[in-house]
């Protein structure tokens, strides 16, 4: 035995793992896909910087030139010419790139998930669902036929009647318990004031990173939940999952009532019983829209007028029973007890962070509301 076992041992060659050699347009297209989200889509800016990154860094060489990146960008269907209305040529990028750089953006803050079924995850209200649980129950007037258990029930007739009196009896039927699959239907808003690229720091890209992962997760891992995308400054408008790649920041105050209006409209209009809001902003409601039209905006600190407003929507979407998330990315003290208020008003949650890890905050925070039943 001692030396069967020894003969097996040898048997296994142990190597050191080499990873995957990357073809030279391969390493190029991952720096290009970070480059053309920092850029909005704007294709020649980011050649520019991909010139100045080569010659910094001597990203290519003799051999593969940038020019040549450039060529296989066009051969591959990820870049196209074309002409604007004063006839004038250029290039952009295609829709290809724009599910390209979701895709990138999906396993660069979410990790190399896997694609699952539709709706692969569970709640914990026992029922008439679709996910077998393993675990049976006596069969009850109304359940389905198809979900008798055959081979339980047999099983029960064999021993309650005998096998050579052998008979089948509605007592001796058993079904297999499910579990509903619950669906999602969330709204994300992204605040594009102008704030989002004060102070030095682009807090505009790594919203709009987290737009394109959670619209590719959805997509992609749960097609039967819905995603809605809209952006607000002095007003909220929603964007379709393409224009994500080609989001800017403008120059808005925050009109976070006309976002939660608008939010709240999208998701009356879905059949999902799980609904939620989340909410990425780094800056304080600073404007509203009156019902003549006009723009009230005061950004020298909280103006009450617009808190009273926005807490009223807060409590509106309990009503409706819809939990706002906001990811707060300021950390200023008096935004924080803003939040706080407006959350309570919510009965929802609120994350307070800088902008590392908002893309891991949300995702988890996605899964675990997926496992909810909001009942009405």
């Known amino acids: 035995m001692k030396k069967n076992a020894e003969r097996e041992?040898?048997?296994?060659v142990f190597n050191q793992f080499d990873e995957p050699e990357q073809s030279a347009f391969d390493k190029?297209?991952?720096?290009?896909?970070?480059?053309?989200?920092?850029?909005?889509?704007?294709?020649?800016?980011?050649?520019?910087?991909?010139?100045?990154?080569?010659?910094?860094?001597?990203?290519?060489?003799?051999?593969?030139?940038?020019?040549?990146?450039?060529?296989?960008?066009k051969k591959k269907g990820f870049i196209k010419e074309e002409i604007d209305s004063d006839g004038m040529g250029g290039m952009s990028i295609t829709a290809k790139t724009e599910r390209a750089i979701r895709k990138h953006a999906l396993e660069q803050i979410f990790g190399k998930l896997k694609k699952g079924n539709a709706g692969n995850h569970r709640t914990n209200r026992i029922?008439?669902?679709?996910?077998?649980?393993?675990?049976?129950?006596?069969?009850?007037?109304?359940?389905?036929?198809?979900?008798?258990?055959?081979?339980?029930?047999?099983?029960?007739?064999?021993?309650?009647?005998?096998?050579?009196?052998?008979?089948m009896s509605e007592d001796d039927l058993v079904v297999e318990e499910t579990h509903y699959k619950s669906q999602m239907s969330t709204v994300l808003?992204?605040?594009?004031?102008?704030?989002?690229?004060?102070?030095?720091?682009?807090?505009?890209?790594?919203?709009?990173?987290?737009?394109?992962?959670?619209?590719?997760?959805?997509?992609?891992?749960?097609?039967?939940?819905?995603?809605?995308?809209?952006?607000?400054?002095?007003?909220?408008?929603?964007?379709?999952?393409?224009?994500?790649?080609?989001?800017?920041?403008?120059?808005?105050?925050?009109?976070?009532?006309?976002?939660?209006?608008?939010?709240?409209?999208?998701?009356?209009?879905?059949?999902?019983?799980?609904?939620?809001?989340?909410?990425?902003?780094?800056?304080?409601?600073?404007?509203?829209?009156q019902r003549n039209g006009e723009y009230y905006k005061n950004s020298m600190g909280l103006d009450p007028?617009?808190?009273?407003?926005c807490y009223n929507m807060a409590r509106q979407a309990r009503k409706l029973r819809i939990p706002i998330t906001t990811f707060m990315i300021a950390q200023d003290p008096y935004l924080t007890r803003f939040v706080q208020e407006f959350t309570m008003a919510n009965q929802g949650k609120a994350f307070y962070t800088g902008l590392k890890g908002l893309g891991e905050m949300i995702f988890e925070d996605y899964e675990i509301n997926r496992k909810k039943r909001i009942r009405g």
Not at 135 to 147: A, T
């Open 9 to 12: 041992i040898r048997g296994f």
């Open 28 to 73: 190029l297209f991952e720096i290009f896909k970070e480059i053309i989200t920092h850029t909005s889509g704007d294709l020649d800016e980011a050649l520019d910087w991909m010139k100045q990154l080569d010659e910094e860094y001597k990203l290519t060489t003799e051999d593969y030139t940038l020019d040549d990146f450039v060529e296989d960008l």
């Open 127 to 167: 029922g008439t669902g679709d996910e077998h649980t393993g675990d049976f129950r006596e069969y009850q007037f109304g359940d389905s036929l198809s979900r008798i258990s055959m081979t339980e029930s047999l099983r029960n007739a064999q021993i309650n009647h005998g096998i050579g009196d052998f008979h």
């Open 189 to 289: 808003m992204i605040d594009i004031s102008h704030s989002m690229i004060l102070y030095g720091e682009d807090r505009i890209t790594p919203a709009k990173k987290v737009a394109m992962a959670l619209s590719e997760l959805i997509t992609t891992r749960y097609p039967k939940d819905t995603l809605d995308i809209l952006v607000f400054g002095d007003d909220a408008w929603p964007i379709s999952i393409a224009e994500l790649p080609y989001l800017k920041v403008g120059p808005y105050h925050t009109n976070t009532v006309a976002g939660l209006e608008l939010a709240m409209d999208l998701l009356r209009r879905k059949r999902n019983t799980n609904k939620q809001i989340f909410m990425i902003t780094d800056g304080k409601p600073s404007c509203i829209r």
């Open 305 to 309: 007028y617009i808190l009273d407003k």
